[in-house]
């Protein structure tokens, strides 16, 4: 292969480096105005009266959206409960929903006139978190706290614990966190009586089109979505955000309008779920995996955004890559008076994967077995059925698991810690360990995507492909897939992306998808218009379709050539035309192999080597090994820069991140409270294998990735400090402070 | 039929009757800042030094284009030939033309710029007009003044004329116009070293693609123009005209530079050819044709735009719709110091046929035949080949020219000019008369067009087709078209156009060609869309295609029936996806009866009867009968306000329009001194007559339409002026002071 395998320099890059990509920030609408959004300032309250005609009076307002002004407009969105409404109608439900917006002639008279709502409010008793919500007679954020509910389960777990040697239960929790997408959300809204056009930071941008068409009252094809470059999603910004506040404010503007968030409105936008899992696994004495019960509780904070779908996702992922004879899980998402909680980065698994695999490690210890042995043991294999009734393995996480164990030198000891060696008296105190984790998640959502392949007639190439480019590079692998199906080099493929009005369907960007699926699709118009240049080209040498050979953009008949572009010329009798080639890819197309699910599986996994400075509780992360199984790397660099991505913002929610609440007032939202992962603290040694089998579903052996990165994270590290210090942490943060109080209580208890 | 035929609502009205329509002047694009152009104060000179120090200097300024910074760039463009610099190379050739263009933060610096940058000249001396151009040892504007030469012949031209009973010979003259489009040129030029975004006011947007690319040295899929609403073009907007400036001053700005013309600048862009043609034409008694020499000099001014092909028009279409036993043309394009000529609706056709049709009544007064009969007895018949080796006549042009006498009452005597009768003493001296005129336009230009059509899962539609919608409507036609094929309501149609790098290729938008050409493409690409909406019937009944029928959305089996939504959603696997139906237009498609040239025959017929005042020389228009043949009538209404807008702009350069020069200085640049038609002089009465005979190539039996009412004009008129006063007035336009010293004369010569 000439283009794909190749790490090609990504071809949003000097647009990017420049500062000339364009955001939604960036962009002007002729005649529009400025929106800005008034947030409630209590977490649960009944909105008794809003009263906007002093803000209105105000010179340079335009009109200010209230619940009082959506007739016409169906309010509620959401993608699988519809209890999100555009403004509040009779209640608020955390601090920070929207009550009103203001759309003014300049930023400064929105912020002016939001001053000039008078909202009264009758507080209601907090639900602030799960436990409150699940109390008998707590007050009820909707007609009930549980939002909903999954379950699944084969064999007879009761019979199997039964059966068991040893039963272990323990109970993990996983903190809130937001996505810190570097580019907050953003979005033009312009209404009118024939349509909808929306500038918008959207990861789906199809299902943006398809609720605000429901709610507004459109057919699909009067409701336009345009998508410029997303400075990151991260699921932050899937589904339905901010556009149908920025239409509505359009509508009563009666003027497009531009509703550009802060950070600290983002981040009470939408967040990952909290959760609290506990994990019951029955074991034989050699370690063989018995039984498995779990119980998966999940905050989705005031409305439900994709809440069900984790809490069905964190479930099924509880399981992690391993044969159990029997199983059984619930998994609930509940509301609290928090911000909602919907997509981010692998849905439900971190939190999943970081309760099943530090069991799995409390288990080795236990047992005294190795871990990577224990792992090894109970692993699904390649074709096996990883859930009942799913489509079979297609990978093999052993191999991936005993190659990042090897990067780490997992059979080394670990270097004892020697006072003499030590540069200061502090660091007598640092001990080492190495930790693993593992996880396998169904990914791929739908298989639907559609693409269009453009030749035109200078052989050049314009791909139309509804996926956003966030930053994950998307536009580069589909052209290298165009190109290396096309034989036409890299530098020749353009491609287009997210505008619903006129690039075809795509389900969205997001469950690592893109390449395997938009992949696919851009292959096949590839193909299709290659049958129809092998169709002018019979024409042209007047010659069977068996003697032509199509390479490097000519057709080629006993070593006689003719260009692509010659033949496009001869089909429209000038220097003119272009043929087009369309991509579908459906459950049922390519051979029935998409008609299971998942599209695929996406393994996470991680080995790490951490220091714990025992004095003050610091954690060092030495050596960091993500590997990633991704059948066949389009670019490899790409691939690298991805996992690496997904590694760091999992050593994120591992290390340092938590989105804190006081009394329903959200303490940190921005980046001096709430920390990222900043590059003085990379591991000293960051490493990414990829693993390239050709066993993927997508276009040349692939599967996606960029989501396996982050879901080991956590219980690789904590595995880790267990292994340096013998102490079991089950809460994350892994901040300084819970890892010194954990190293203190367990000196206690030696005592 | 449903849709087509009715004259539903444009599409595009509520957009524009609300003012929510944008053009090029009202979109911002990140970052831009606004262009002025300098231009030559003089007709011809050389340019000897330009100096742009204390522009560059001035404070807001943020680079100047001259000459000198086209490094990289081809400089040269032209349809035909690539003589027309970006801006001014050795010479300027005519007053206004592009010298220097400055990028300012704002329009008052750009202009105050302006002043500052020294050009020195050499003046050379002016070509005023064609006489003067073709004297041997004139000084050349180019390598020679004859920018290019048509001949074509059959027959023996001479032994014809030897052969007539009568030979006539008459020279005319047809007046330097504008088209008055009431959006001037305007375009934003976006530079990187990755490609071109241009927005513009362009009726061919991909040939400007294709000119951008070459003179760039980009891609064709690196080049993007995109053209929103355009207010109107005539052919003013056809080809590349002020999209290299932009964008080259958008790559020395390194910024998005906007360059909005004034309407004198863009008098000073285009306009229509003056010409001189000589006709000889030798009959029999009884009337019937024989032989016609003609020679056709048509001034393409400074530079040779579209000219080459206006010439070979204009020498093609002063053969009318008439049988030549043999004939002889030869016409020529002429460089002379005045602003380049180029496309303007019905190219060459108003100049021949004014000449043509002025000498057919010439010849009928001098055989004392009615020239009705005259013409009858010539025309050429349905099926007939009207030029050698061309597409045989489609249509009949006899039923077209007896519709449009009746329709003024052609037999009905005129009334006597009763003084008695008169209301003023002045009107004591009216008389009135009748005229025709009838041509014959070989249009479509290449039959080369591709559009998209995609279904929704909701079952709307969106075309994706390269037609501008330039205010003719195009919109609607295609909508129409689709909706119709489709069996789904027009309302649930969207039509998206003109974005080269995501709409698929079109070749142009003029030359009648749209609703033919893209109307047939949309068809197309609908009926692709339903094999495939077959193709899932037939797994959904699980029957055979014999047994299912598509209407109204829907597919039917024996009363039984599925959605087209519906088949989609079982396709995609849920709410989503879309069927993709593309359509294609090439010479050789369509079972091969698009590969003969033209693509149809348009006739341009009219009939007028008009009062002339003989104490003052003013013409007013009682009645004005414009015949088109559209085959089909897509939209009856919107046909019929193209050719009353086309017979109004006819009537324009009938009675008023002439671009002034003096000096090499043109004169009457504006609104006030440049007199078009207003409603004050619409014809007492205004009468379209459609003919429908389903015998066009494209959609439904449908030919295009919107060139032919322009033709016919000034023949009809002056032809009414001879049978009102016996006066023959061989110049145009007919203003008042022409006809008056025109009657002056005759009298002079009766006493």
Redesign the interface.
Known sequence: MTTVGQSVPRIDG??KV?G?A?YVG??????MVHGKVLRSPLPHAKVISIDATRAERLSGVIAVLTRDKLHGIDPYFGSVIRDRPIVAMDKVRYQGEPVAAVAALDLATAQEALELIQVDYEELPLVSDMEQALIPGSPALHETNLCAQHDYAWGDVEEGFAQSDRVFEDTFTFPMVYHYALEPHASIGQY????ITVWSTAQHP?MVR?DL?RMFGF????VRIIVPYLGGGFGSKSYTKLEPLAVALSKVAERPVRVALSVEEAFKTVRRHSARCTVKTGVKRDGTFVARQCWVYLDTGAYADNGPLVAGRAGERIAGPYRWPSIKVESYAIYTNTTPAGSFRSIGAPQAAWASESQIDIIAAELGIDPLELRLKNLVARGEEVRKGQRPLEGDPAEGLRLAAQAVGWDSPEPAADPTDAVSPLEASVSTGKGLGCNLSGVGS???S?A?V?L???G???V?AGTTELGQGSKSVLAQVASEELGIPLE???V?SS?T?????D?STGSSRSTTLMGLAVQDGAREVKEQLLELAVRHFESPPEELVLEQGRVLRQGEGVTFGELIEE????????L?G?G?V???RHGGRLAQSPVFWEVGIAAAQVEVDEETGAIRVRHYVSVADVGKAINPQQCEGQDEGAAMQGLGHTLFEEMLYEDGQLLNPNLIDYHVPTFAELPDKLETILIENGDGPGPFGAKGLGEGGIVAAAPAVANAIFRATGVRIKDLPLTPERVWRALQRAKGQDR
Chains 1, 2 share one sequence.
């Not at 009118?192 to 349509?195: A, I, L």
Request: hydrophobic share 35%; proline share 7%.
């Open positions: 000097i647009d420049t000339r364009a960036d962009l002007e609408v002729p005649g009118t009586s024939q349509g199809f398809d068409a057919s699909l094809n009067q739908s298989p639907t559609t269009l453009r035109h007639v200078d050049s190439v314009t139309l020749r493929i353009a287009v505008d009005s006129i690039v075809p369907y389900r089909e429209f009798g000038s220097v003119a035309g272009e087009l369309r579908y459906t459950p049922r």
